[in-house]
């Protein structure tokens, strides 16, 4: 059984910085890419981050290019977005995905003075 489970979330003033991390259980971890989506009040979910499984190739929104890095631990089955500048709009449920088939139950992140 496939788990996802997301941690890091919280409140931040703009401008400021959240690293989340998600820990992977049940599945070869080092087989799959991973990454992050995010949901905003009143918004369908959206693509964040992506790492692949092998070759380390990342891809990013255009909205959180140069901002937000993604990278990932095979060791500790762990995948990590750091979130740097973050802005009011970056304020949603940041869901990890692995394979683009298995969810975990979100952190919420708040971005707001």
């Known amino acids: 059984q496939v788990r996802l489970v997301e941690s890091g979330g919280g409140m931040v003033q703009p401008g400021g910085s959240l690293t989340l991390s998600c820990a992977a259980s049940g599945a070869t971890f080092n087989y799959y890419a991973i990454g992050w989506f995010r949901q905003a009040p009143g918004k369908e979910r959206e693509g964040v981050s992506i790492i692949s499984n092998s070759d380390g190739n990342t891809y990013y929104a255009d909205s959180v290019k140069g901002r937000f890095t993604i990278s990932r631990d095979n060791i500790r089955n762990t995948v990590y977005l750091q979130m740097n500048s973050l802005k009011p709009e970056d304020t949603a449920v940041y869901y990890c995905?692995?394979?683009?088939?298995?969810w975990g139950k979100g952190t919420l992140v708040t971005v707001s003075s």
């Open positions: 995905n692995l394979n683009f088939l298995y």
